[in-house]
């Protein structure tokens, strides 16, 4: 591995995970989480956590064996040879990415229409949705410097704006909303878990970035444990207030931007319109974000031949062609899917994902020192939350079981058809550190 000055230190590391996790997220799925889990939407939250902190253990052990910026790609190849199904997992991830901007996009969109007086007209929907996405694919294309300097202080606002919510709506907050008698079913608190489980998938950025972390063997464990704890505390507090301080029905009126309603109790109308324009701010960001780093993922994937040669250039240090097919691919799947079948489709995906990557910890834990233990556990987890979802969603939502089949189809037939037709193989060269 070259010797290359390591720059991000532990708290640099920690906002790399928590910046991942706290992009739009949050302000896309909590009128989710609310529809089914009701009174629990807390406890959604925390089951959620739960799932993703145990998978963080696989992360952080595969991060200080393999530190490398193609991270879940270098784990799932490095344990499964380079076959068949880690070439579909890889192409699959960065599908799953495409849904993580589809889902910010429509949600950019639900906040966005409220300063239109509450117009609900489709052809303004799908222009919001639309714009959302070309704006940063022109920033990307024009100054990728810009989205990398501008996303920490974005980061910064959002968790302060988050923070003004829990502190100032604290006072409102009624326990009787909280109480067991408002819960729903623990069937559907796990369900609503799962679906917002996207909501948690930005801690495997931190891998992406183990080569340039100074003293990997300590702060990369800490980042990955510290970021999800310090997000699953924020997420559960922000679900209190909002459950505690706005009736139910307000919440599912306005589903699409439940957490703008929760500001009002306290802070009235401009707490609305301060956190819708969080939201604008949020989601946006995080659009500009996720397509650079599915641009920059598509690069890397393609530099092993992987992915079509055409991904595999650069100009101005910018991956061109991956940016302008990231963004146009988000805006097929924006434009065609509601926000519900996104959050379960991203959500499924990225479940299924980190389920590859537990199974890849625990074929590799003597390489990477791991207890078996704790890899089993995050493999049982991460499997039954994804099959608790399949289960769920087969029999209100079959559209979104359909779509992620599709995902998953496309991403075999793919690795079967360029694995054959172009490479003449499915093996590839190992990833090396870098």
Same mark, same amino acid.
């Given at each position: 591995m070259n010797q290359k000055k390591r720059t991000i230190g532990l708290p640099g590391a920690i906002s790399i995970g928590i910046g991942g996790m706290?992009?739009?997220?949050?302000?896309?799925?909590?009128?989710?989480?609310?529809?089914?889990?009701?009174g629990a939407t807390a406890v959604a939250f925390l089951f959620a956590g739960l799932v993703a902190s145990l998978t963080s253990y696989s992360y952080a052990k595969l991060s200080v064996k393999y530190q490398n910026r193609g991270g879940t790609v270098v784990f799932v190849d490095? @344990?499964? *040879?380079?076959?068949?199904? /880690?070439?579909?997992?890889?192409?699959?991830?960065?599908?799953?990415?495409? =849904?993580?901007?589809?889902?910010?996009? &429509?949600? $950019?969109?639900?906040?966005?229409?409220?300063?239109?007086?509450?117009?609900?007209? #489709?052809?303004?929907?799908h222009v919001l949705i639309s714009l959302a996405i070309l704006l940063p694919l022109l920033i990307n294309l024009l100054n990728a410097?810009?989205? *990398?300097? /501008?996303?920490?202080?974005?980061?910064?606002?959002?968790? &302060?704006?988050?923070?003004?919510?829990?502190?100032?709506?604290?006072?409102? &907050?009624?326990?009787?909303?909280?109480?067991?008698?408002?819960?729903?079913? /623990?069937?559907?608190?796990?369900?609503?878990?799962?679906?917002? $489980?996207?909501?948690?998938?930005? $801690?495997?950025?931190?891998?992406?970035? @183990?080569?340039?972390?100074?003293? #990997? @063997?300590?702060?990369?464990?800490?980042?990955?444990?510290?970021?999800?704890?310090?997000?699953?505390?924020?997420? =559960?507090?922000? @679900?209190?207030i909002t459950v505690g301080t706005v009736p139910e029905s307000q919440l599912l009126m306005a589903k699409d931007y439940a957490l703008a309603v929760a500001a009002k109790p306290a802070l009235g109308q401009l707490g609305f319109i301060i956190v819708s324009v969080a939201a604008l701010l949020a989601t946006f960001s995080a659009i500009n974000a996720t397509i650079y780093g599915n641009a920059r993922l598509s690069y890397i994937i393609a530099k092993e031949g992987e992915l079509p040669k055409i991904l595999d250039e650069e100009k101005r240090n910018i991956p061109e062609m991956g940016v302008i097919i990231t963004a146009f691919l988000s805006l097929i799947i924006a434009n065609s899917v509601n926000l519900t079948e996104i959050a379960i489709i991203g959500s499924a995906s990225f479940l299924l994902i980190f389920f590859i990557v537990n199974i890849s910890a625990y074929r590799l834990h003597k390489e990477i020192n791991a207890k078996r233990g704790i890899i089993l556990i995050a493999c049982l987890a991460s499997g039954a939350a994804l099959a608790t979802l399949l289960i769920h969603t087969f029999s209100s939502n079959a559209r979104a079981i359909l779509v992620f089949l599709s995902f998953m189809g496309i991403s075999v037939l793919f690795e079967l058809v360029y694995g054959r037709l172009v490479r003449g193989h499915f093996f590839r060269r190992p990833y090396k550190n870098t």
């Amino acid at each position: 591995m070259n010797q290359k000055k390591r720059t991000i230190g532990l708290p640099g590391a920690i906002s790399i995970g928590i910046g991942g996790m706290v992009g739009g997220g949050i302000f896309a799925v909590l009128g989710e989480a609310v529809s089914l889990a009701h009174g629990a939407t807390a406890v959604a939250f925390l089951f959620a956590g739960l799932v993703a902190s145990l998978t963080s253990y696989s992360y952080a052990k595969l991060s200080v064996k393999y530190q490398n910026r193609g991270g879940t790609v270098v784990f799932v190849d490095n @344990a499964f *040879s380079h076959n068949l199904l /880690s070439g579909s997992i890889n192409f699959m991830l960065w599908l799953s990415y495409l =849904v993580t901007i589809s889902l910010y996009a &429509v949600a $950019f969109a639900s906040y966005a229409q409220t300063f239109f007086h509450g117009s609900t007209a #489709p052809w303004l929907r799908h222009v919001l949705i639309s714009l959302a996405i070309l704006l940063p694919l022109l920033i990307n294309l024009l100054n990728a410097y810009f989205v *990398s300097k /501008s996303e920490t202080i974005i980061v910064m606002i959002k968790l &302060v704006l988050l923070a003004l919510i829990i502190i100032s709506g604290a006072f409102f &907050v009624d326990i009787e909303r909280l109480s067991p008698a408002e819960w729903g079913s /623990s069937f559907s608190i796990i369900v609503a878990g799962m679906i917002i $489980f996207v909501a948690y998938e930005g $801690f495997e950025l931190i891998a992406n970035a @183990a080569e340039d972390i100074k003293n #990997p @063997a300590k702060n990369l464990p800490k980042a990955f444990y510290g970021s999800i704890l310090i997000v699953i505390l924020l997420y =559960v507090l922000i @679900a209190v207030i909002t459950v505690g301080t706005v009736p139910e029905s307000q919440l599912l009126m306005a589903k699409d931007y439940a957490l703008a309603v929760a500001a009002k109790p306290a802070l009235g109308q401009l707490g609305f319109i301060i956190v819708s324009v969080a939201a604008l701010l949020a989601t946006f960001s995080a659009i500009n974000a996720t397509i650079y780093g599915n641009a920059r993922l598509s690069y890397i994937i393609a530099k092993e031949g992987e992915l079509p040669k055409i991904l595999d250039e650069e100009k101005r240090n910018i991956p061109e062609m991956g940016v302008i097919i990231t963004a146009f691919l988000s805006l097929i799947i924006a434009n065609s899917v509601n926000l519900t079948e996104i959050a379960i489709i991203g959500s499924a995906s990225f479940l299924l994902i980190f389920f590859i990557v537990n199974i890849s910890a625990y074929r590799l834990h003597k390489e990477i020192n791991a207890k078996r233990g704790i890899i089993l556990i995050a493999c049982l987890a991460s499997g039954a939350a994804l099959a608790t979802l399949l289960i769920h969603t087969f029999s209100s939502n079959a559209r979104a079981i359909l779509v992620f089949l599709s995902f998953m189809g496309i991403s075999v037939l793919f690795e079967l058809v360029y694995g054959r037709l172009v490479r003449g193989h499915f093996f590839r060269r190992p990833y090396k550190n870098t």
